[in-house]
């Protein structure tokens, strides 16, 4: 026993090293068969340095005692003298305690291990085949593969082959066994072999050639007669390739005194294991023609012939690979593969789930079947794709456009670090586990052979877990990625084009000019750029979505435009192809009429919005008045603060009418989202605080460039008309009112110029010459009309509508809210108007009357000359005026009574009513119909002409449009206007008799 400082001093020093027990460790050194290496420093650091040092040293002093003294010298010597030796030997003793258990067993099989010859760095199945040429028996067969197994191991923990070199060679020596069992076999039975042709297919992780250690090796038969013989020789050499194959299956498979190789499974077979284990190769081929499913094509993406008659062999793979890409033209079949794979997930048990590896959520499954989907989906064109390994079928697809080169390389990294993982959790034991260890020592001994050495289970940890997310995150974003399943639905000759082909798929999709497209197509997609291949997938699919609008052509055109905007921009084309359903909500906006892609190619950044699951959400008032203020306080001078104002409202008049778009085509997710009410709602308020911001920056603009942050007057400005009520349409002026109130001591003469100057510098801002669509301001609601001030006080307006005010100024006054400015003038404003507009004694018959005349001089004056009353959405019949007048007439004369009618919106205020029982709930729902269907109109148009009408287009394409966006099939337009006529000639039923009193 050593002195006591030395047993501290030895404790510490195996402890610096690694060793988890000391004490143990210090025994085995101690132990007589290390004496010649004992006190050797180098043993103790190359022991250190090994996954496990406690269980590598225990399986060299195992393995020295099994030899004989001479074999003990020679190990000895070899291993302080040789260093890749001692690294490779005692690198597989503290990873793997199985073939510790086998070196024990098989003392001399560490000759393996001497050479190292870059000959033996890669060795490949003829290598393979000779290691296992001398076993004429399944116990020496499985103690040559365990021979060749050891070398395998050590290259891959000495680092010399990375892991998907590992996974080549495991499946390399997959093959070599497969066909020394199938030798075995043959000369068991000489007959047999003489009676058929017997080809084995490689399946799976073997057909990869990314096995792992410890795997079932899938494999397929396929058998025919010997060439010359009789076809009623064909049943009798079937039987004889099933007894070969049958006894191949178990010299790999059954357990002896060496353990098992690794099961044979044949279940990927047709109909699995219920169906014969050997086929004819016309049997399998009527077999996947009419009864294969999905998941049995997605298995033959990796078919490879390994053994046996690999002529027949490459037969069977030649005449299943045109079936294998053609299967993503099933129908459903993107999410047939989808829901394979979430049911995979959840026939983990639920203890299992966080440590299972390959099935779990983030695990290599996740990588495997997305990357065997996009190659299903696009290999059908491109035979690039045609790869068996996972590895290289990502790297081919990134080449190809198909994934982003970043996605990719940390998929790739993602994929190496949990195949390792895989790798040294199997090696340890041998035995088939994908679930991550829970013990401590498990862990660590996991970790430090993954070259974490510091903190090995906390770094382990933190790796998987990191490497988990990202494949997750990418798992959801590739294979749920919505252009899959539309690209799947395209039949082969759509994605792959030729000029004339693509001409007449043009023409029969409905665009009107084919030539000019093709042009579009060869413009955006010829060449060898990685963007132009990139196009070439998405183009095909983009098509089909201009087609499903009213006009293709302008669809296309509008595409090319924003493509070569931002041509140079690498997110873009990244965008349409990953994100979301970003390519189909492009397709859509740009073919639905002028106005949402004039502002996208006058703001081409906004494309961003459409791949954003938030991006289409209208913003809040408040952080859009902020922004806006923002821009304008960092301008330099007013007509800049106001040009940065317009670009803000630029970008989220965009991401309205885009938002509009979508929703009314019926993408969006939630039901009540494609209700047309909710999508009147939304697009009113959004243009409406969008609007109001627009304001806020106009007048900071217009005061910050005189008067600084102070004005010597407070001044609001008051919604009026549709802004007030919340009720903006894409081509309404901005109808308002201005008050101000000079500041306490202020001049009044002074105050009121300043006023009248902010009116005025606001307007002229407003006016300045752009591109975008204008905010007009009218101020004609004001009192006196066109002939009164632009801007009076609070107690001018006070003085005026005391004194003068007329029935249809109280009328207009119901959709008074103030919408920038001071925000206390503006609510005494409305505390002010509040009597007027909701007088406590209602409405006498004479104010009745009166407001009854002016609408009726208003549909006989207003009407534009030869305008179809029955089609004019605010005018007409049943349109926008008759339900909103109705409306008013009840807030004027039951709002002092009931508070819900005290609202600026006119859907809130028929609600309310209703509630109120002031209109029958049937009466009320005709009426709330007709005006959303108005308002939808009046939208429709400015979204496809570009400019603002009340009327249904005349030109056939767009009255096509507007059709489409109300939810009209191609060619129903005349459906669309029998119902609008239909609509309105029942609201105006009810209007004539509660407006008009019947």
Partial sequence: MSAPGRTSSTFTRLLRHGFTDPSAAERLLGAPELAAVRGDPVLLDALGATADPDLALLGLVRLAEAQDDAGRRVLLDTLVTAKPLRDRLLGVLGASEALGDHLARHPRDWHALVTYE??????????????????????????????CLLSIAARDVC??????????????????????????????????AAACRLAVIAMGKCGGHELNYVSDVDVIFVAEAPEGARGADEEEAIRAATRLASHLMRICSETNTEGTIWPVDANLRPEGRNGPLVRTLSSHLAYYQRWAKTWEFQALLKARPVAGDLALGREYVEAV???????????????????????????????????????????????????????????????????????????????????????????????????????????????RTHLVPQDEAGLRRLGRSLGLRTEPVAELNRAWRRHAAVVRRLHEKIFYRPLLDAVAQLAPGEIRLSPKAAGQRL??????????????????????????????????????????????????????????????????????????????????????????????????????????????????????????????????GAAAAVAAARGVRRRELFRTAAGDIIGSYGTEESPAERDPGALVDRVGNALTDLNAATLAGALRAAVRERWGDTLPTRFAVIGMGRFGGHELSYGSDADVLFVHEPREGADEQEAARAANTVVAEMRRLLQLPTSDP??????????????????????SYAAYYRRWSLAWESQALLRAEPVAGDADLGRRFVELVDPLRYPRAGLGEEAVREIRRLKARMESERMPRGADPTLHAKLGRGGLSDVEWTVQLLQMRH??????????????????????????????????????????????????????????????????????????????MGDMLDDYRRTTRRARAVVEELFYGG
């Avoid at 680092?159 to 068991?188: F, H, I, K, P, S």
């Avoid at 002939?787 to 609070?794: A, D, E, I, K």
């Fill in 118 to 147: 870059a000959a033996d760095l890669h060795p490949g199945v003829a290598e393979f085949e000779q290691c296992l040429a001398g076993a004429a028996d399944p116990v020496s067969l499985r103690i040559a593969y365990r021979r």
């Fill in 159 to 192: 680092g010399t082959t990375d892991v998907a070199q590992t996974a080549a060679e495991l499946a390399d020596l997959a093959t070599a066994t497969l066909r020394a069992a199938l030798a075995v076999a043959r000369e068991a039975a000489p007959e047999d």
């Fill in 321 to 431: 690979s045109p079936l294998v890409w053609q299967a993503a033209e099933r129908e459903n079949f993107v999410p047939d593969v989808q829901k394979m794979r979430r049911r995979v997930v959840d026939n983990i048990p639920a203890a299992q789930v966080d440590r299972e590896l390959k099935l779990g959520p983030g695990g290599l499954r996740d990588v495997e079947f997305a990357v065997q989907l996009l190659q299903l989906v696009h290999g059908r064109s491109d035979a690039t794709l045609h790869h068996g390994s996972t590895l290289g079928a990502l790297k081919a697809l990134a080449a190809g456009g198909y994934v982003g080169r970043a996605d990719a390389a940390q998929l790739d990294e993602a994929y190496r670090f949990l195949r390792a993982m895989e790798h040294r959790i199997q090696l340890y034991r041998l035995r």
């Fill in 507 to 636: 023409e029969a999709l409905g665009y009107a000019d084919p030539a000019a497209a093709l042009r579009h197509l060869e413009a955006l997609a010829s060449g060898v750029t990685r963007k132009a291949a990139i196009q070439r997938t998405l183009l095909p699919v983009l098509l089909g979505w201009f087609a499903d609008s009213a006009d293709p052509d302008a669809g296309l055109l509008g595409f090319r435009k924003v493509s070569d905007a931002l041509g140079k921009t690498p997110w873009y084309l990244r965008l349409l192809r990953d994100e979301g359903a970003a390519a189909e909500n492009l397709a859509r906006v740009l073919s639905a009429g002028r106005l949402a892609p004039d502002l996208l190619l006058r703001a081409p950044e906004a494309v961003a919005l459409l791949g954003d699951p938030q991006g289409l959400k209208a913003r809040d008032r408040a952080p859009l008045e902020q922004e806006v203020l923002a821009a304008v306080g960092r301008a330099d």
């Fill in 774 to 795: 204008p905010l007009l301001i009218d101020a004609d609601l004001r009192p006196e009309g066109k002939s009164g001030p632009m801007v009076r006080t609070l107690a």
């Fill in 895 to 972: 709002g002092a009574a009931e508070p819900a009618l005290r609202t600026t919106r006119t859907r809130e205020a028929l609600a309310a009513a209703r509630a109120a029982d002031l209109i029958a709930a049937d009466d009320a729902a005709v009426l709330d119909e007709a005006w959303v269907l108005a308002t939808r109109v009046r939208n429709a148009v400015m979204l496809v002409r570009g400019r603002a009408g009340d009327t249904f287009p005349s030109d056939a394409r767009e009255l096509g449009a507007v059709a489409r966006y109300l939810g009209y099939e191609a060619g129903h």
